[in-house]
């Protein structure tokens, strides 16, 4: 079964810092990998996915992710933090034998200090 | 740009009382799916709906939830005895037949089951 893990629920970054976000991913198949954004009190908006093809991706906001299959990663990078990135932020995925839900990891709350 | 609509945006029920969510998905899309988050928590899979039938359900998605494709627009998710724990976000989502696709989420539905 398809499942994946995000590392640390809440993370804090200073305005202008670096963003990580870790998303660790189960799948025996090749998965779709997607993130998506969730500001409060609203739904969720892609921000990135990987298909196929080259394995850093960017998407809307400045954010990219590198697929890593050897290390099972899909983690979320921004290179300078700003105060409107404060949101929720969903790894998820999709593929597998006869299941076509996404899967969503359980999220991280990311905080920016001004 | 195409969105998934939902209405309504907040929902207010007592206990026991029948609720019917709606959602406009994307024209051109053929995967339906109902999501939901209870406060603070991960988003969680219901049901999905291709081809005017159930394709997958959740364990949470027991007797008491129905869903439905009334016409061409519109998909409905009917909640028949709402329980307390029923209070959470529900999401729509839809997307292209292609697996490699993201789904597109509408704002949400907030139910408060009272």
């Known amino acids: 079964a398809q499942s994946v893990t995000q590392l640390g629920s809440h993370v804090s970054v200073s305005e202008g810092a670096l963003v990580l976000l870790r998303c660790n991913y189960s799948?025996?198949?090749?998965?779709?990998l997607f993130w998506y954004v969730q500001y409060p009190n609203q739904g969720l908006q892609l921000l990135l996915k990987?298909?196929?093809?080259?394995?850093l991706v960017k998407g809307i906001n400045g954010f990219e992710a590198e697929f890593k299959k050897s290390e099972t990663s899909f983690h979320l990078t921004k290179p300078s933090a700003h105060m409107s990135d404060a949101a929720e932020y969903f790894c998820?995925?999709?593929?597998?034998?006869?299941?076509?839900?996404?899967?969503f990891g359980t999220g991280t709350r990311l905080k920016v200090l001004a | 740009e195409p969105e998934v609509t939902q209405t309504p945006s907040h929902q207010v029920t007592q206990m026991g009382q029948e609720v019917i969510l709606r959602c406009v998905p994307i024209s051109n899309h053929l995967y339906f799916y109902w999501y939901r988050q209870i406060l603070g928590q991960k988003v969680e899979f219901l049901v999905s709906f291709y081809n005017n039938e159930i394709s997958e359900k959740s364990e949470i998605f027991d007797d008491q939830f129905s869903v439905e494709r009334p016409d061409g627009s519109n998909f409905t998710l009917k909640i028949r005895s709402t329980k307390l724990e029923d209070s959470a976000m529900y999401f729509c989502?839809?997307?292209?037949?292609?697996?490699?696709?993201?789904?597109?989420f509408g704002q949400g539905t907030r139910l408060t089951v009272v």
């Open positions: 989502a839809s997307r292209t037949r292609h697996l490699n696709t993201e789904a597109f």
């Open positions: 799948s025996s198949v090749p998965p779709y």
């Open positions: 998820a995925v999709i593929g597998g034998s006869g299941t076509y839900k996404y899967i």
């Open positions: 990987y298909t196929t093809g080259a394995t």
